[in-house]
């Protein structure tokens, strides 16, 4: 689905990221993790198109994308949340959700300023749609109508989770999704991309810190330490690779719960 | 004729001017929102925009309605070209930087109009009528009525069609996140070009309109620095506050001009915009984190 093959990012003299390759299967969840500074977010950035890479690629479903800028992504099916709240306040929760649909309206300049009926149908069937697939998967039916600065921090994680899914993306990225979250947040916010998987076979790549999250829901792990990749695999041959845990286990494999608090 | 008389139609005539103030200072916002650029040579554009009206309209006798087609044409291109050569290699550089840029093609501008022209006042071919407008009886005289009329119909327009258009909807994500605006699939140089686009027109409008109820000269542009007053007023970043701001503006040069004497007229509006800088620094209706100038 998604492939970077061979990435190499560096800034002046210092190399961020050297020979990095991951593979994010269809209809998987695959992390990559790695202790501060490993080149979690560089890696984050080439993927979206924020940063050039030197060389190497990055490939979406057979296509080359690694020239392509960010927006130009998002129409190719790529969609991602933010380690920071990115939502637009003073706007309610479904307002925030169907600006994530911007790339699936078809409506044109003129006619969706003039309310023509057709693209007002359009936006009736996206309002319906929002309201049946997403909103009620994500359990945020309740809080549509609410504005985004008035809900906790776990739940505009999830209105940022609901927006990138109205983009019926193919592949998912998510920035660090249970960064600042307390335990329970952190425990929904793991079953709720399970189901995104599970319900919608959407491909997920995520970048996380939490090594307690990335255990309990990732089908394939990538480790990154100093910009390069140590290991690869799936979430039981991770927790008994030495390098992995010379590098970011710290040798105690309990140093993950503190690590992730 | 009493007192009282005077003062309501001097209102009326005042609300009126502001009607093209609105117009102008819509330009400005709309730029300011999507690029965080404050366009100094939005005068000098408007100013432009009405020679070529004149240039098409009667050196190339092309008529009113497709000299002012030509205009606009020749207005979006200019402001396209200038977005492309030289704002958008000024993206991410300091606040200033990108100020006196503007400045400079403010600058450029006159003295190129200057060259072509000549320094006297041109008479542009009258698209308003010259017949007063009486409301009530209180007498409006014709061409400022009517390009007030004009102009608040534009600006009106403008403001629904950018709350209401995916257009629109792209300029309010770009302007409040540029990085999730783009992840959502908006091209943000295409918004800010868009709002250049906008700016054009506006300015065009209102420049033939200017022309129209004074003289064409390379000094018209001088007005939209009065302009500024109201964009600090309605809020930098406030498509909607530059109506409301507009109205007030041109009502209070033209009360304090029958008041106070002609002299106080034009620094009222400074003084109002400095009282406001003071107490509310995002204006009536801005938004909080915007830059001042």
């Given at each position: 689905m998604l492939t970077v093959e061979d990435v190499q990012l560096s800034f002046g003299g210092v190399k961020a990221l050297s020979g990095v390759s991951v593979e994010a299967a269809k209809g998987r969840i695959t992390a990559v993790i790695g202790p501060n500074g490993a080149g979690k977010t560089s890696l984050f950035n080439v993927i979206s198109g924020f940063y050039k890479p030197q060389s190497g690629r990055?490939?979406?479903?057979?296509?080359?994308?690694?020239?392509?800028?960010?927006?130009?992504?998002?129409?190719?099916?790529?969609?991602?949340?933010?380690?920071?709240?990115?939502?637009?306040?003073?706007?309610?929760?479904?307002?925030?959700?169907?600006?994530?649909?911007?790339?699936?309206?078809?409506?044109?300049?003129?006619?969706s300023g003039l309310r023509l009926p057709s693209s007002r149908r359009e936006e009736a069937e996206l309002d319906a749609e929002i309201r049946r697939d997403v909103?009620?998967?994500?359990?945020?039916?309740?809080?549509?109508?609410?504005?985004?600065?008035?809900?906790?921090?776990?739940?505009?994680?999830?209105?940022?989770?609901?927006?990138?899914?109205?983009?019926?993306?193919?592949?998912?990225?998510?920035?660090?999704?249970?960064?600042?979250?307390?335990?329970?947040?952190?425990?929904?916010?793991?079953?709720?991309?399970?189901?995104?998987?599970?319900?919608?076979?959407?491909?997920?790549?995520?970048?996380?810190?939490?090594?307690?999250?990335?255990?309990?829901?990732?089908?394939?792990?990538?480790?990154?330490?100093?910009?390069?990749?140590?290991?690869?695999?799936?979430?039981?041959?991770?927790?008994?690779?030495?390098?992995?845990?010379?590098?970011?286990?710290?040798?105690?494999?309990?140093?993950?719960?503190?690590?992730?608090? | 004729m009493n007192a009282f008389h005077f003062?309501?139609?001097?209102?009326?005539?005042?609300?009126?001017?502001?009607?093209?103030?609105?117009?102008?200072?819509?330009?400005?916002?709309?730029?300011?929102?999507?690029?965080?650029?404050?366009?100094?040579?939005?005068?000098?554009?408007?100013?432009?925009?009405?020679?070529?009206?004149?240039?098409?309209?009667?050196?190339?006798?092309?008529?009113?309605?497709?000299?002012?087609?030509?205009?606009?044409?020749?207005?979006?291109?200019?402001?396209?070209?200038?977005?492309?050569?030289?704002?958008?290699?000024?993206?991410?550089?300091?606040?200033?930087?990108?100020?006196?840029v503007t400045f400079g093609i403010g600058s450029i501008i006159r003295g190129v109009v200057g060259m072509i022209w000549g320094p006297n006042d041109l008479q542009i071919p009258a698209i308003l009528a010259r017949t007063p407008v009486l409301i009530g009886d209180f007498f409006i005289p014709g061409k400022t009525a009517r390009a007030a009329a004009i102009a608040v119909c534009i600006v009106l327009a403008l403001i629904l069609y950018l709350r209401y258009s995916r257009a629109g909807v792209a300029l309010r994500a770009a302007a409040a996140d540029t990085i999730t605006a783009a992840s959502m699939g908006i091209d943000v140089r295409r918004v800010v070009a868009f709002t250049w686009v906008i700016?054009?027109?506006?300015?065009?409008?209102?420049?033939?309109?200017?022309?129209?109820?004074?003289?064409?000269?390379?000094?018209?542009?001088?007005?939209?620095?009065?302009?500024?007053?109201?964009?600090?007023?309605?809020?930098?970043?406030?498509?909607?506050?530059?109506?409301?701001?507009g109205v007030i503006i041109g009502w209070l040069e033209a009360v304090t001009g029958l008041i106070l004497g002609t002299e106080f007229r034009e620094i009222t509006p400074y003084i109002l915009a400095l009282l406001v800088l003071l107490v509310r620094p995002t204006g009536l209706f801005g938004s909080r984190g915007i830059e001042r100038i």
């Open positions: 990055v490939v979406l479903d057979g296509e080359d994308i690694t020239r392509l800028k960010p927006h130009a992504r998002a129409y190719r099916g790529m969609s991602r949340t933010f380690q920071n709240i990115a939502l637009f306040s003073g706007m309610t929760v479904l307002d925030n959700v169907k600006l994530g649909a911007h790339t699936r309206l078809t409506g044109g300049v003129l006619s909103l009620g998967m994500l359990e945020l039916d309740r809080v549509q109508n609410s504005h985004v600065e008035d809900l906790p921090y776990g739940l505009q994680k999830r209105v940022e989770l609901a927006r990138a899914l109205v983009m019926r993306p193919k592949i998912l990225l998510l920035d660090e999704p249970v960064a600042g979250m307390n335990r329970e947040e952190k425990r929904e916010m793991g079953r709720f991309v399970t189901d995104v998987r599970d319900r919608l076979n959407t491909t997920v790549l995520l970048i996380e810190h939490d090594m307690g999250m990335v255990m309990g829901i990732s089908d394939h792990i990538v480790v990154l330490s100093f910009g390069k990749p140590i290991a690869s695999g799936t979430p039981e041959r991770i927790r008994q690779d030495p390098d992995v845990i010379k590098a970011y286990l710290g040798g105690a494999e309990d140093a993950a719960d503190d690590k992730a608090a | 003062f309501i139609e001097y209102s009326i005539v005042g609300i009126a001017s502001g009607g093209v103030y609105a117009l102008i200072a819509l330009g400005i916002v709309v730029i300011f929102k999507s690029s965080q650029t404050f366009n100094f040579a939005m005068g000098e554009m408007m100013m432009l925009s009405a020679y070529l009206f004149y240039t098409a309209a009667v050196t190339f006798s092309l008529g009113i309605l497709a000299g002012m087609v030509a205009a606009l044409l020749g207005s979006i291109v200019l402001a396209l070209v200038i977005e492309r050569v030289a704002l958008r290699p000024m993206m991410g550089r300091p606040f200033i930087a990108i100020v006196m700016a054009a027109i506006t300015g065009c409008i209102s420049g033939v309109l200017m022309a129209n109820v004074n003289t064409l000269t390379p000094h018209l542009g001088v007005v939209a620095l009065n302009v500024l007053a109201v964009i600090i007023l309605g809020g930098m970043n406030s498509i909607g506050g530059v109506l409301v701001a």
